[in-house]
């Protein structure tokens, strides 16, 4: 009876509403924020990826000089850009610090990690101002080497990123001090927190990019095929 009932349906027509049919069940819930932020990470490492293959290509011609290598370059003493890292790492360590004291509604905590992060975080840009500020002094301004105008480029560009998610930290922390709610907080730190981590990383591949000697930039050309 089964096989007969199987070649009697008509699956071209029309089903009526009392058919046995499970029904399709509706998209899964999702974060729009996580989802906007994947999306922008996305965006900006294509940028950076793409600005690194133009730089490695210019890195090539006869006029590019290195910033690193010589005794006499100013990147040859990397320490400040060492020290801008550790404050940018610090930065992202105070807003992990952030996320597990907003899980256990510590506010006394979440007081502190986020004047902390915010506080780092300026202090990250401030010192990379000063980077700028002693290129110039040296000499190396923005249009007398290839090299320097990659470097002001690369770390603007950056720097930028990072105001950025300084205004997105601070809305959050505005929220926060309006509404006290621990939750909602936790849902932003953890977007932010994986944002400074994206921004630390970017900027150790930057920080290990621009510090090449001129040797180190002819080898990864010729892998590259340049």
């Known amino acids: 009876m089964s096989l007969l009932k199987a070649l009697a349906e008509k699956p071209w027509l029309p089903q009526t509403a009392g058919a046995d049919f499970a029904p399709v069940p509706g998209p899964l819930p999702s974060n729009p924020g996580?989802?906007?932020?994947?999306?922008?990470?996305?965006?900006?490492?294509?940028?950076?990826?793409?600005?690194?293959?133009?730089?490695?290509?210019?890195?090539?011609?006869?006029?590019?000089?290195?910033?690193?290598?010589?005794?006499?370059?100013?990147?040859?003493?990397?320490?400040?850009?060492?020290?801008?890292?550790?404050?940018?790492?610090?930065?992202?360590?105070?807003?992990?610090?952030?996320?597990?004291?907003?899980?256990?509604?510590n506010l006394g905590q979440i007081t502190v990690a986020l004047f902390a992060a915010s506080l780092f975080s300026a202090l990250f840009l401030f010192a990379q101002f000063a980077v700028w500020q002693q290129l110039y002094s040296l000499g190396y301004f923005v249009n007398s080497n290839p090299a320097n105008s990659y470097f002001y480029l690369f770390t603007g560009i950056h720097?930028?990123?990072?105001?950025?998610?300084?205004?997105?930290?601070?809305?959050?922390?505005?929220?926060f001090a309006i509404g006290r709610d621990c939750a909602?907080?936790?849902?932003?730190?953890?977007?932010?927190?994986?944002?400074?981590?994206?921004?630390?990383?970017?900027?150790?591949?930057?920080?290990?990019?621009?510090?090449?000697?001129?040797?180190?930039y002819r080898a990864i050309a010729v892998l590259c095929g340049f």
């Open 184 to 216: 909602q907080l936790n849902k932003g730190l953890l977007l932010c927190r994986s944002y400074w981590d994206f921004l630390l990383l970017v900027w150790l591949f930057l920080f290990f990019l621009l510090t090449l000697s001129s040797a180190s």
């Open 159 to 175: 720097g930028l990123h990072l105001l950025g998610g300084l205004l997105a930290l601070a809305r959050c922390i505005v929220q």
């Open 34 to 105: 996580r989802t906007a932020l994947k999306f922008f990470i996305a965006v900006a490492s294509v940028i950076f990826f793409l600005l690194t293959i133009t730089f490695l290509s210019r890195t090539q011609y006869p006029d590019f000089q290195a910033l690193a290598g010589e005794p006499w370059q100013p990147f040859s003493n990397t320490s400040q850009l060492w020290l801008n890292s550790a404050i940018l790492l610090l930065a992202s360590i105070t807003l992990r610090w952030g996320v597990m004291a907003s899980r256990q509604q």
